[in-house]
């Protein structure tokens, strides 16, 4: 029989965060949604539960004890799915190669630099072909401080700025084993 009294609220913060582990190390790519299985485990959770209360034996016990934290690892794996922006259907990457414009706002203060200042950037709005079309996600952009005589005025948080063009993504990292900014800026949500 499992000790199920020792540190309870433990043993499910680590399956909720091993179903965030599992998602982020192995359930990007997945292109269903993990709501219906999470859904299931949990349904088969209070099944097992309820059979256990009426077969009180060790064995019932532990089952409904493991289904249980099955149950919450897929919750947290599902929840990582739902909170990640680029599975959205509005979401920028889904259109990105035909952006003629996009409308944003400044998301946070600007980073000032020697020569560039650099923010992040939420998308509201894109056009492409001709209609505006409601967009979301974040871009990391860095500007000039110094165009040829004048200066540049720092953005400031709440601007909305419209800019011609599709956004880059990131470059990924030029040599093996360097830091990968392009990974770090998703986990941000940020193309």
């Not at 003629?100 to 600007?110: K, L, N, S």
């Not at 011609?164 to 986990?187: I, M, V």
Request: proline residues 7%; glycine residues 8%; charged residues 15%.
């Amino acid at each position: 029989m499992l000790n199920w009294s020792a540190a309870p609220f433990i043993r499910l913060a680590l399956a909720f965060i091993l179903g965030i582990a599992a998602y982020l190390y192995l359930g990007q790519n997945w292109g269903g949604s993990a709501a219906p299985w999470a859904a299931g485990l949990a349904v088969l959770c209070g099944l097992s539960w309820a059979w256990s209360q009426r077969r009180p034996t060790p064995a019932a016990t532990d089952a409904a004890g493991v289904v249980a934290l099955l149950a919450v690892a897929a919750l947290g794996f599902a929840r990582s799915q739902a909170a990640t922006e680029s599975r959205r259907p509005d979401h920028l990457t889904h259109v990105t190669p035909r952006v003629e414009f996009y409308r944003a706002t400044v998301d946070e203060p600007a980073v000032v630099r020697a020569n560039t200042f650099a923010t992040t950037l939420r998308v509201q709005a894109v056009r492409v072909a001709g209609r505006w079309q409601v967009a979301s996600g974040g871009i990391r952009v860095s500007l000039p401080r110094h165009e040829t005589t004048t200066a540049v005025p720092t953005p400031r948080y709440g601007d909305v700025w419209l800019v011609q063009g599709a956004p880059e993504p990131s470059k990924g990292p030029a040599n093996l084993g360097e830091f990968d900014y392009r990974r770090y800026l998703q986990y941000h949500q940020i193309l």
